[in-house]
Nanobody, 121 residues
Framework: QVQLAESGGGLVQPGGSLRLSCTVS????????MGWYRRAPGKDRELVAT???????DYVDSVKGRFIISRDNAKNTVYLQMNSLKPEDTAVYYC???????????????WGQGTQVTVSS
């Protein structure tokens, strides 16, 4: 079994910052891509940012220059530093990781339970 535990969401004023964390635990042999997605009320789930094992990052255009994704491979943890937050960033943020277990032949996607981020004055 593989579990993803997220933390760091909350209420913040426009222009403020939050840092999300997500730690992967359980039967892990390797972790490839890790990422953050979000779902705003009434909208489809959206890819926010991804980071590969080697460190390559990708961002959706709306967060470029404001959000930074990083990972600590020794801790199986991915972070999302969110700066200059806007009301339109309000959403439930989900962590995702492609994980290979000790008896798997390929990477499988796993999801966290989601953490609420609300940007409001």
């Amino acid at each position: 079994q593989v579990q993803l535990a997220e933390s760091g969401g909350g209420l913040v004023q426009p222009g403020g910052s939050l840092r999300l964390s997500c730690t992967v635990s359980g039967r892990i042999f390797d972790i490839n891509v890790m990422g953050w997605y979000r779902r705003a009320p009434g909208k489809d789930r959206e890819l926010v940012a991804t980071i590969r094992r080697g460190g390559r990052t990708d961002y959706v255009d709306s967060v470029k220059g404001r959000f930074i994704i990083s990972r600590d491979n020794a801790k199986n943890t991915v972070y999302l530093q969110m700066n200059s937050l806007k009301p339109e960033d309000t959403a439930v943020y989900y962590c995702n990781a492609d994980v290979m277990g000790p008896y798997d032949s390929d990477f499988l996607p796993y999801w966290g339970q989601g953490t609420q981020v609300t940007v409001s004055s």
